[in-house]
């Protein structure tokens, strides 16, 4: 691991010396507990996004209940571990989603990579970057819980979407994913959404509740992303493996998530440190 990331090290400086004006945002989607739609948010984010022009590439990484192929209704051939391993090259791994957004099942890519050579590793990184030529986001749908290969995504990403819902056992625990981030990813931008509320006021206090406690104990601010009210064309387009922003693109929860991409288009731009960063912070701890 020490050649690692004394490697990955040089490829950072090597990128930017280069000077690539363009980097792509990298956002990491989470929640402290399952079952609070997570994958949901990050496909129709995702979608969302790319039907405002946004090159959108989304990256599957919950490594052992991988399941926006499942959401999707598509078979992945291969994922990113075959890249790393070498078998397959970049873009064959790449599968055409929805709104022209981009898929790449994360498989076993975790392990593998994490056994690689550094020349190895050079090689895979370098066609890694390719994604952020090609890209405005990038968004990895983490594992959900604080398991370490989670939590080693969450501490090498810029920006964090933190999933909850209106549960105190929900709310506990992204309070403690919030505690994680903040300590050993200060720099961290930090969005909240709160997903099944009742009405944007439920919404607002789970928000505001979070807030309170993340700026009392940890000095740390969050940022609301919004708010997703309980749906029934939800659970309707899940069952028919479609995403719900296409088949009610009308519906409460399709203009929540609208909403939501507006507003992560419309913050001031979050400097990016791009993908090499990454997997540096990622495959150095």
């Known amino acids: 691991m020490r050649d690692q990331a004394e490697r990955l090290r040089e490829l950072v400086n090597s990128q930017n010396q280069k000077g690539n004006p363009h980097k792509a945002r990298i956002i990491a989607v989470t929640s402290g ?13 995702s979608i969302c996004l790319s039907k405002m022009g946004q090159n959108v590439t989304l990256i ?31 873009a064959d791994v790449i599968m055409d989603g ?26 895979c990184i370098n ?30 990403a810029e920006e964090i979407i933190v999933v909850t819902i209106p549960e105190p056992t929900s709310i506990a625990d992204a309070y403690g994913v919030i505690k994680i981030i903040s300590k050993d990813n200060p720099n961290a931008k930090i969005y909240v959404a709160v997903n099944m509320v009742r ?35 939800v659970p ?7 995403p719900f922003s296409l088949t009610h693109p009308n519906s409460k929860a399709s ?9 992560l288009l419309a913050l001031p731009q979050h400097p990016s440190r791009g993908l090499t960063s990454f997997f540096h912070k990622l495959f150095s701890r």
Do not use: C
């Open 33 to 45: 507990k399952g079952g609070v739609g997570k994958t949901n948010l990050s496909v129709n984010l």
């Open 60 to 90: 599957d990484t919950d490594l052992g209940l991988a399941n926006i192929d499942l959401m999707l209704g598509i078979i992945p051939q291969y994922h990113l571990g075959h890249v790393f391993s070498g078998e397959q090259e970049l």
């Open 98 to 123: 929805p709104a022209g957004v981009k898929i790449i099942a994360g498989g076993s890519g975790l392990q593998v990579l994490a056994d690689l050579s550094s020349w190895q590793l050079d090689s």
């Open 127 to 156: 066609r890694l970057i390719t994604l952020e030529e090609n890209n405005d986001f990038i968004i990895f749908d983490t594992g959900a819980g604080i398991s370490n290969k989670v939590v080693r995504f969450l501490l090498a």
């Open 199 to 233: 009405n944007d006021e439920e919404g607002e206090q789970v928000v505001e509740r979070l807030q309170m406690v993340a700026e009392k104990f940890l000095h740390f601010p969050l940022e609301p992303l919004g708010y997703i009210q309980y749906d029934s064309n």
């Open 236 to 242: 309707k387009a899940v069952k028919q493996q479609q």
């Open 255 to 263: 203009q929540s998530i609208k909403q939501m991409a507006q507003y």
